[in-house]
């Protein structure tokens, strides 16, 4: 067998440490090859032909390779070498490897150094060899290199494997190669153990691919077969055949192709722009035209498709990219239309067979025929005389989409060796697509629950105006865990918050989704700041222990003109004076983030005039990579400080001034709110006694204070909705007094206090029932009503829409 190391070989491996030419054999279940390189048949001798299907062990020159082998003939095989069939069987789930001394009588003994990978998958193969000649290792005393297995990720050059071992796996597809790539780099990348303290990572030497080494035998044996020297055939084959260089410099610049694409294609997850690059990547250099085809569902970010394409299957088009004159394709190929295609088209049958289609030349009947199956468009000059290759882009064996490709006449042709670059190239770039397409529908799915999550807060609420922002993350992805909120509260107050759960992505806006109602739900209960933020960090921590953020809970009483304020690790807001316009950071017990644990929580008392303005932001707005988060601070005050004609145009101002600021990547939420306050002229007060005469008492002094603020029109029914819940204060309380208060805004607020606390619900009455039929009446003639526990009792209101209030004329 000729396993003489070419010059060019030894060379190389002396240039570059451990480059050296590799065999590789692929062993399945049944122990027998199912894969054998040019590698394999220049080290042992056999053709691909005579080794695929054959018993390995009838191969390989390892002694005790295989069990129950008696193969270790002392004219051939010297020594034993490392059993292989512990792995081979299965048996180890780990990698191994070995040297074995081989005798060859024409070049006398001779070492062979391998290394084993058990496989697991859906395919056939369960054990990968690499094997080489010991004689080419780069070490001049490479009698003493050992073979072992290292980390990929501590060399440099350990991508070489992952990159060129499918191109001489033959047979094999990209996906099986694939497989056995990355199960070959995490069980160990092959490496020469040279001394306890050196080791050279193994540089693939292949050789000549197995392509141009297939015609080249083709060539050889055609002369040999033609016999007629001089003959013009056997005058080509030979020159063929010794003039390997141009064909091999053909090759290599189809594999060139392909390794450039492979850097261009792929350099974000953004679906769009991925097909983009992988369409233009062929333009020029491999064809003159490319229009890449995706199948709806792929391109709305649906998820993986449903099924095999058919023809009813919608296709989109969604790029194309060619060198004929600017327009030639637009108007019979636009780009982004959605297209059924027909059947008996090679289009069809790329995509339900999901094999290249190759058609060198396209004549002039065939271009009628594929033409005539369009409907409206005439294909004929665009396609005719072309030469035509469609592949196929998938991922996981489901047809995604399909590229065209066509080379104008007077081109060579594509021919056979370019339906393998083309394929391959639709292999990677369907991997490339089938990420992005991944991304994009988690995106979309996250991006969906944020929206969903995220509060309509109202512009104008009792005795202040809001309004607020949120920014998507620019370099983490779309979604993340900001929220913000605003929650009516009784009292005309109003609650306000702003929260950062830690981290990107679906579970993220998860957790926000849950902590955000969790605080909806306790501020319902009229908690005070400090206790809701407890409880928050309790819920957090029974959540999982990942349940980490930030969170901000202000409570703002337009008639007593406070804040109370309780922080959880979130940075301070800012207040706008309405006085003066100064802008300061209010200095608050900062406290630690909910989901920590054993830290406690203040609530701090902030006074405030009609006027103010109230900021709060999470960190993506203040916080830049490499900068101090004190200068966003700084600059978030001086922003909020600006004069603005609305609130929109204040939240706009501040964006524009910190969001133009380099670095942001984190998303955004802004909640500005102005704290109008409630005139003490629009506040009425009394107290009743616990007597049942106080209910006609009640409806009077409604009825006489709303005549003074000019509301006669809504008398009758606030007396009507006042004596029913007076009434039912009046039953339920123990205290001597209950209290009584109308508030004048854009709506007129009824609230009415007693100290028993037990909350009223609505009932269904019978028809003999003596209650249960007041909150029904409240309820239908209310626009809102509701009833919330107080430290000592409770308080039951209700609101009643006017056709005018004095919020307008007063602004």
Request: some cysteine; overall charge negative.
């Amino acid at each position: 067998m000729d396993r003489t190391a070419s010059g060019s070989a030894r060379e190389a491996a002396a240039d570059v440490p451990g480059r050296i030419p590799l065999a590789v054999i692929v062993v399945d279940s049944a122990r027998l090859v199912t894969h054998w390189s040019t590698g394999a048949r220049r080290l042992f001798g056999h053709t691909r032909e005579e080794a695929v299907g054959r018993a390995a062990v009838d191969l390989l020159p390892v002694a005790g390779a295989f069990a129950h082998a008696d193969w270790q003939d002392p004219d051939v095989y010297d020594g034993p070498g490392q059993d292989l069939d512990a792995s081979l069987g299965g048996e180890t789930a780990y990698p191994t490897s070995g040297r074995a001394r081989m005798t060859d009588t024409g070049r006398g003994p001779a070492d062979v150094v391998w290394w084993a990978y058990p496989l697991v998958g859906p395919g056939v193969e369960r054990l990968l060899v690499l094997a080489a000649d010991a004689a080419q290792l780069p070490s001049a005393e490479h009698e003493r290199v050992a073979p072992g297995f290292g980390l990929h990720t501590d060399f440099a050059d350990a991508r070489q494997l992952a990159e060129r071992l499918p191109d001489i796996l033959p047979n094999m597809g990209p996906a099986a190669s694939s497989r056995i790539v990355s199960q070959v780099l995490e069980l160990g990348y092959p490496v020469l153990e040279i001394s306890q303290q050196e080791r050279v990572p193994v540089t693939p030497d292949w050789g000549m691919p197995k392509y141009v080494e297939r015609r080249r035998r083709l060539a050889r044996a055609y002369v040999q077969d033609d016999g007629a020297a001089g003959s013009p055939a056997a005058a080509a084959a030979a020159a063929f055949a010794d003039e390997p260089d141009l064909e091999y410099a053909a090759v290599r610049e189809h594999l060139e192709f392909l390794n450039d694409v492979s850097g261009r294609i792929g350099s974000s997850l953004d679906l769009a722009r991925t097909i983009r690059e992988v369409t233009s990547a062929a333009v020029p250099r491999f064809t003159d035209f490319a229009g890449t085809h995706l199948r709806a569902a792929v391109l709305a970010g649906e998820g993986f498709p449903d099924g095999p394409p058919d023809v009813s299957t919608v296709w989109h088009r969604v790029w194309v990219e060619h060198n004929d004159e600017p327009g030639r394709w637009d108007d019979t190929v636009p780009v982004g239309e959605a297209i059924a295609f027909p059947a008996d088209t090679p289009f069809f049958q790329c995509m339900v067979t999901g094999d290249p289609v190759l058609i060198p030349r396209i004549s002039e009947e065939a271009g009628n025929r594929i033409s005539e199956r369009f409907e409206k468009r005439d294909l004929r000059p665009l396609i005719t005389g072309r030469s035509m290759l469609v592949v196929p882009l998938k991922a996981r064996n489901v047809v995604l989409g399909f590229m065209v490709l066509m080379r104008r006449d007077g081109r060579e042709p594509f021919n056979d060796m370019d339906r393998t670059t083309g394929a391959e190239l639709a292999a990677r770039a369907g991997l490339v697509l089938d990420n992005a397409r991944m991304y994009t529908y988690q995106e979309n799915v996250a991006e969906t629950l944020q929206d969903s999550m995220l509060p309509q807060v109202a512009p104008r609420m009792a005795g202040c105006d809001a309004a607020t922002r949120y920014l998507p993350g620019t370099l983490l992805g779309r979604v993340g865990g900001d929220w913000f909120d605003s929650i009516k509260l009784s009292g005309s107050r109003t609650a306000f918050v702003v929260g950062d759960v830690m981290g990107h992505g679906l579970n993220s806006a998860a957790m926000m989704g849950q902590l955000r109602t969790a605080v909806q739900t306790m501020a319902a209960l009229d908690l005070p700041p400090a206790q809701l933020m407890r409880n928050l960090d309790d819920l957090a921590q029974r959540l999982g222990e990942h349940y980490l953020a930030t969170c901000l809970y202000a409570v703002y009483d337009p008639i007593r003109s406070e804040l109370l304020i309780s922080n959880a690790g979130h940075i301070p807001p800012v207040l706008v004076r309405a006085a003066d316009g100064r802008s300061e950071l209010l200095e608050l017990p900062t406290g630690a983030p909910v989901g920590v644990g054993g830290v406690p929580f203040e609530t701090a008392k902030v006074r405030v005039d009609p006027g103010d303005r109230l900021v709060l932001c999470t960190d993506g707005l203040v916080e830049v990579r490499g900068a101090d988060i004190g200068d966003g601070l700084a600059a978030l005050c001086e922003s909020a400080a600006h004069p603005a004609a609305s609130m929109d145009d204040a939240c706009d101002t501040i964006i524009r001034a910190l969001n133009t600021r380099g670095g942001r990547k984190d998303d955004v939420a802004l909640l500005m709110a102005r704290l109008n306050g409630i005139p003490a002229d629009d506040v009425a007060e009394w107290e009743l006694e616990t007597d049942p005469r106080e209910a006609g008492r009640a409806r009077r002094l409604v009825g006489g204070q709303l005549r003074a603020w000019g509301l006669g029109e809504a008398v009758e029914t606030a007396e009507l909705l006042v004596s029913e819940i007076v009434t039912n204060a009046l039953r339920y309380a123990h205290a001597p007094r209950i209290g009584l208060r109308l508030v004048r805004s854009d709506a007129l607020l009824c609230e009415v206090t007693d100290d028993d606390q037990s909350l009223p619900a609505l009932l269904t009455a019978g028809r003999d029932d003596e209650f249960g039929r007041g909150l029904h009446v409240v309820s239908g003639l209310a626009r809102e009503w509701g009833a919330s526990r107080l430290a000592r009792g409770k308080t039951v209101w209700f609101e009643q829409a006017l056709a005018h209030g004095p919020a307008s004329r007063r602004r």
